[in-house]
């Protein structure tokens, strides 16, 4: 069983920065590919990045590519976001998600477990 607990989201203006970090409980987190999700106030749920276990392969969604950067430390079960040059159309809720599969998938449902997430708005 795998527990995910996301912190670091906020408010901050455009342009700024926020790191988001994903935590596991689990012992055996580093087997697990890590996404980062997030849903916007009537909007679908959306694929952000994410990273292998081994954090060798990564993926972002088009809207974040070259902002946005996906990163792991499996010695302290976590997976970071850091977010820069932030927007308003990025304020959301993020979630980070965790699978056993190999591949980093995109579609939420190929995803196990859950966090609870952690909002994120930035103001114009």
């Known amino acids: 069983q795998v527990q995910l607990v996301e912190s670091g989201g906020g408010m901050v203006q455009a342009g700024g920065s926020l790191r988001l970090s994903c935590l596991s409980s689990g012992r055996t987190f580093s087997r697990y590919t890590v996404g980062w999700f997030r849903r916007a106030p009537g909007k679908e749920r959306e694929f952000v990045s994410g990273?292998?276990?081994?954090?060798?392969?990564?993926y972002y969604a088009d809207s974040v590519k070259g902002r946005f950067t996906i990163s792991r430390d499996n010695a302290k079960n976590t997976v970071y976001l850091q977010m820069n040059s932030l927007k308003p159309e990025d304020t959301a809720v993020y979630y980070c998600?965790?699978?056993?599969?190999?591949?980093?998938?995109?579609?939420?449902?190929?995803?196990?477990?859950w966090g609870q997430g952690t909002q994120v708005t930035v103001s114009s």
């Open positions: 990273i292998s276990w081994s954090g060798g392969t990564t």
């Open positions: 998600a965790a699978t056993v599969r190999v591949t980093v998938p995109q579609p939420y449902w190929n995803y196990d477990y």
